[in-house]
């Protein structure tokens, strides 16, 4: 999945498109990695596992996924039509609009599974929403409503969930209209002062992330969340 959305993304960085939107299908935007894939140790063990995780098979790392996101030179837009988690939470800091339905959950419960913060979170969160709100969700998995999230400024609107869809898209086809070529190029000088931070940002915390990997810790805190799954 991960590499589907680079292909898409370099697809639509070079057609005719004039914005780009992500948006979930069924109930949720996204439902955050699949934790399991931490129980299927390969044979080379956790040093494989992680390098496996880093690299997204083959070339295509989480780095170059986060890459994607944030070289993409046209407007990017997130239409969070459900709950939210993980690392589409922390990519939400590289889009250029979030809209959200009034059901919508933005969470990062990275501490409670001994993993840390990606998609350049570390560094935007705090930049959006300021040191002690982005503590709170990166350090201490506090769950946001949609309304706290617009509130930080990590959601740019919240709209009732009976009339997200009809809301969004017909304000989404509105600015398709906007000279495409004035749109790209005043999003490139907004996030040209910031790139190289960023790509800094996302080495940095990908490393981090290898090391989460093959630790212990990290293994046993997946593990007793799949044990608390089950008793429920």
């Given at each position: 999945m991960y590499n589907?959305?680079?292909a898409a993304l370099e697809q639509a960085a070079k057609d005719d498109s004039v914005i780009t939107v992500f948006t979930g299908?069924?109930?949720f935007y996204c439902s955050g990695n699949d934790l399991s894939n931490f129980?299927?140790?390969p044979e080379g063990g956790v040093d494989e596992m992680a390098k496996q995780g880093g690299t997204c098979s083959?070339?295509?790392?989480?780095?170059e996924y986060v890459k994607a996101y944030i070289d993409f030179p046209k407007p990017l837009v997130a239409v969070v039509n459900g709950p939210a988690v993980g690392i589409?939470?922390?990519v939400l800091g590289l889009f250029d609009l979030v809209y959200a339905t009034d059901r919508a959950t933005f969470h990062t419960p990275f501490s409670q599974l001994g993993q840390s913060a990606e998609g350049c979170s570390s560094y935007t969160f705090p930049k959006i929403m300021g040191n002690a709100k982005a503590s709170e969700m990166l350090l201490f998995n506090k769950k946001l409503t949609a309304a706290q999230a617009c509130e930080l400024g990590l959601v740019s609107e919240v709209f009732p969930d009976s009339s997200f869809q009809s809301e969004v898209w017909s304000r989404l086809k509105a600015y398709a209209?906007?000279?495409p070529?004035?749109?790209?190029l005043s999003k490139?000088?907004?996030r040209s002062m910031e790139k190289d931070r960023l790509h800094a940002v996302n080495d940095a915390e990908v490393e981090r992330l290898m090391e989460r990997w093959t630790s212990d810790e990290c293994f046993n805190a997946v593990m007793s969340f799949f044990q608390a799954k089950a008793k429920l």
């Open positions: 589907d959305i680079i299908a069924g109930d129980t299927k140790i083959g070339d295509h790392q989480l780095t589409s939470v922390t209209k906007l000279p070529n004035s749109l790209a490139q000088l907004i």
